[in-house]
Structures are given as structure tokens and as C-alpha cells.
């Protein structure tokens, strides 16, 4: 295990009675566009920072979302918070690549790696090199299907990653799905967060992470609206 623990913070976030606020850092989004320039990344990262973020992930994917390897090396520098990568993963090598890369963690989506051994065999590589697996769900049947595969965490999206994020998802679907998960499982919350009663709401089912990314970037100040995102997701507990 690194020294560095996604599901470390998501337990101090339980016990302290609060959601840990995690961001996602995208260069780009197919709904928004260029969110974050090449010249800009290391300044937003550290202004995350300075807003209390307690995570960060970063989707690598070159031409969807602007991403890549080299670039979540450069987040990798700045930030001692733990790294989760995001991917449309296709091979178990990809694994021992994020583990290299400095990744503290991996979302294996079941609605992008489909086939069962295929993930299984991610799943074991991550785990073996040290990372964390977090299984991101979009349904009530993926859900039950990542607790049968005996995830420690899930990442419920909001949204759907096989239409690109597009479509119109909001906080009903991670609300709707909170009750089905086993309490020794952590559950991150996924996009479709503008504001910090979204957050609040989110966090107010019990989630123990949300995951925001575009309403941090667009923001004129990051810093000062991942503070009021993690003080949005303080005051709730399942």
C-alpha cells in the first residue's frame, strides 16, 4: 500500500462527519470545452491545494478530455494528496503504466471495461502494484454487480462516461442508489455538482467523497470555491 490513501482520507472524512471533497482535473470537457491550458495547469493545481482539496483525480484520455500520462505526472509534482487516475482502460499494461506514473489509485468503470475477466485481471494487477480500485457504476445493476466483485470503494457517476458526459445526469441517480450500499464500502459521488447545495445534498445521503471538476475550473477563483465546496459537503452523515 502507498503512503498515500485514497481510502485513508474517505475513513477520516467518515469519522469527521463530512464528505471529503475530491476534484477532478480535466483539461478539457466534450460538453464545455477547453477548461484548463497547458500554461495554467500547474497555478490551478496549487490552488487547489491551497482550498483544502483532499484528493484530485485527472482523466488521461488525449482526445475526449485533453489528458495524458505526462500530463498527470505534472499534477503527480505539485500534489502530496493521493492521485486517482481515470481512463477508458483497454489493458491490464495500462495498470503497471498508472502505477509509474505515480497514481495512488484507479477507476475501473464497469460501463467502459465490460468484459468480466479482462476487468478482473485489471483489478488484481492495481491491487498488486499497490493502488486502490475504485469501481465507478452508473446503476442500480452495476452497483450490485461492484459489491458482488467485493469493492472496497465506488464512484457512483452522475452522468454517463459512454455518451461523454452529455447527457442531462443530476445527484437524483447517486441519491437514489446511497441505501443499496454496504456500510464497509466508500462511496465517492460523481459530476453533475454546480453549486454548494449540490454538494451538501450529495453528502446529505451519506456519500463519503464528492468528485467535482468543471465547477471548480470555471471558477474565477478555484481556490476560494474548493473551500466553499468542502465546507458545502462538512455537516452530513448517513
Known amino acids: 500500500m502507498k503512503d498515500r490513501s485514497l481510502c485513508d482520507v474517505l475513513a477520516e472524512a467518515r469519522r469527521d462527519g463530512r464528505a471529503a471533497l475530491m476534484v477532478d482535473v480535466k483539461c478539457r470537457s466534450p ?8 500554461e495554467r ?7 487547489l491545494l491551497a482550498g483544502g482539496v483532499d484528493a484530485l483525480s485527472t482523466p488521461t484520455d488525449p482526445v475526449y478530455f485533453g489528458g495524458s500520462v505526462a500530463t498527470a505526472q505534472r499534477i503527480r509534482r505539485i500534489a502530496a494528496v493521493p492521485l486517482m487516475r481515470k481512463e477508458f482502460f483497454t489493458t491490464v499494461a495500462q495498470m503497471d503504466e498508472s502505477e509509474e506514473a505515480g497514481f495512488d489509485a484507479v477507476q475501473l468503470s464497469l460501463s467502459t471495461v465490460t468484459d468480466p475477466d479482462l476487468f478482473q ?7 498488486k502494484l499497490g493502488m486502490e480500485v475504485v469501481v465507478g457504476v452508473h446503476s442500480r445493476s452495476q452497483l450490485e454487480r461492484a459489491i458482488e ?3 472496497v470503494a465506488v464512484g457512483i457517476n452522475n452522468r454517463d462516461i459512454t455518451a461523454l458526459e452529455l447527457d442531462d445526469g443530476t445527484v437524483d441517480l447517486s441519491a437514489s442508489l446511497m441505501s ?15 453549486t454548494t447545495a449540490d454538494v451538501g445534498r450529495v453528502a446529505g445521503t451519506g456519500a463519503d467523497a464528492v468528485l467535482v471538476g468543471t465547477a471548480v475550473a470555471k471558477s474565477a477563483d478555484p481556490a476560494a ?6 465546507e458545502g459537503a462538512r455537516a452530513w452523515r448517513r
Do not use: W
Open 31 to 38: 460538453r464545455d470545452g477547453q477548461l484548463i491550458s497547458p
Open 41 to 47: 495547469l500547474e497555478p490551478y493545481v496549487h490552488a
Open 121 to 127: 485481471e485489471m483489478k488484481s494487477r492495481a491491487e
Open 149 to 151: 466483485l467485493g469493492a
Open 180 to 194: 443499496m450500499v454496504p456500510d464497509d464500502v466508500f462511496v465517492i459521488s460523481e459530476s453533475a455538482m454546480h
Open 225 to 230: 470555491t474548493a473551500r466553499e465546496f468542502r
